[in-house]
């Protein structure tokens, strides 16, 4: 019975320490997935199979290593396998279309400045490779080699992908501004004026 009550205490003891190290990075990890699948319920379940390869493997984790990297390392794992399934699956599309076409919407007035809708929409027309790093090193903020190691790339691929999709990005938010009428050397309303 010793024995039993030993394994049940050093059980909860790493249970107390899986939940301590790794829970804390569940609110990235959900944004992260749901911005890469586009869907909530996909989201969730990726994160949910993340923590349970998590805690299945916890006893080889190193506490010296960094369990943010690690989960992100096994999430990329997960959505890599998840679209390897759906390449696999062949899609049947929808083609009901609304019938409103011949109602007229006032155009939106023009934004004074980019909006986080630009940002992301841009971001999405990357290459999904191109955005994963982009998401890894300048929005999660993980060091080059920590990219590296979460999507199994050589770290000179991470600085090329990075470098590549930081120019598409530039280009195509350049692009949004000029549509604002934002541009070099003026103001945000484009008046010129001084503040």
Request: a neutral charge.
């Amino acid at each position: 019975m010793g024995a039993d009550v030993a394994v049940f205490s050093q059980s909860k003891n790493r249970l107390e320490e899986f939940e301590s190290t790794a829970i804390p990075h569940l609110p990235d990890l959900y944004r992260t997935a749901k911005f890469l699948v586009r869907d909530s319920a996909e989201a969730e379940d990726l994160v949910q199979e993340t923590f349970l390869e998590g805690w299945r493997s916890f006893h080889r984790f190193q506490p010296v290593s960094n369990c943010r990297a690690w989960l992100f390392t096994i999430l990329f794992h997960r959505i890599h396998h998840l679209r390897r399934r759906q390449l696999k699956t062949p899609r049947t599309e929808s083609f009901e279309h609304p019938a409103e076409t011949d109602s007229l919407a006032a155009a939106p007035p023009l934004p004074q400045e980019i909006r986080d809708e630009d940002i992301l929409a841009a971001l999405d027309n990357l290459p999904p490779e191109f955005r994963e790093v982009v998401i890894m090193a300048d929005v999660q903020e993980f060091s080059y080699k920590e990219t590296a190691e979460a999507l199994k790339i050589p770290l000179g691929t991470v600085m090329s992908r990075l470098s590549r999709a930081r120019k598409l990005l530039r280009r195509e938010l350049t692009a949004v501004a000029r549509g604002y009428g934002i541009g070099p050397g003026e103001s945000k309303s484009g008046e010129g004026r001084a503040r």
